[in-house]
């Protein structure tokens, strides 16, 4: 194998591995935290906890057994919160996509709402535990290759 090939392998390789990194790197956790000012949360991701009347009350707007709606709170009127929905959850932990439709919800209905927030604690642990797992990986994946010298398997110099 010729100094040029090796190189070529190593860029290779270098390149491969930062875009893995940065793949990994820009994966990003978040987590729920509760928000009592309702005036912050406009226009901000929320997750709006039913009560279990709320589920029953809601069924016939947003489905049955409805535990969650995750969305953009649009904010208060006289009746309720609205809120744009992109995810509902059910009881048995099922998601289903929504397309931003306006669902409002009356207070009485509301378990608890919570905002939003990046975790950058875990999103680095995430990004090194990927990178890590892709680093273990490509080496134990990684083979002699075709330019190898050859010779005695268990030591000394090849037979002449």
């Not at 969305?71 to 959850?89: E, K």
């Not at 932990?93 to 939003?116: C, F, N, Y």
């Not at 995430?126 to 892709?134: D, E």
Request: aromatic residues 6%.
């Amino acid at each position: 194998m010729t100094r040029s090939t090796t190189r070529t392998r190593c860029k290779r390789g270098a390149v491969s591995l930062a875009l893995i990194v940065a793949h990994f790197s820009l994966q990003a956790c978040y987590i729920y935290l509760p928000e009592h000012d309702l005036t912050v949360l406009r226009g901000q991701r929320a997750n709006v906890a039913l009560t279990d009347s709320g589920s029953v009350v809601l069924a016939p707007k947003i489905g049955p057994g409805i535990t969650d709606l995750e969305g953009v709170f649009q904010g208060d009127s006289t009746n309720g919160h609205i809120l744009a929905v992109y995810m509902s959850r059910q009881r048995s932990g099922a998601e289903t996509d929504w397309k931003g439709e306006h669902v409002m919800i009356p207070q009485p209905l509301i378990a608890s709402i919570q905002k939003r927030e990046f975790s950058a604690s875990r999103t680095a642990f995430v990004s090194a535990l990927g990178t890590a797992g892709f680093v273990a990986l490509t080496l134990a994946l990684r083979g002699r290759g075709e330019g190898g010298q050859g010779g005695n398997p268990i030591g000394g110099r090849p037979a002449q």
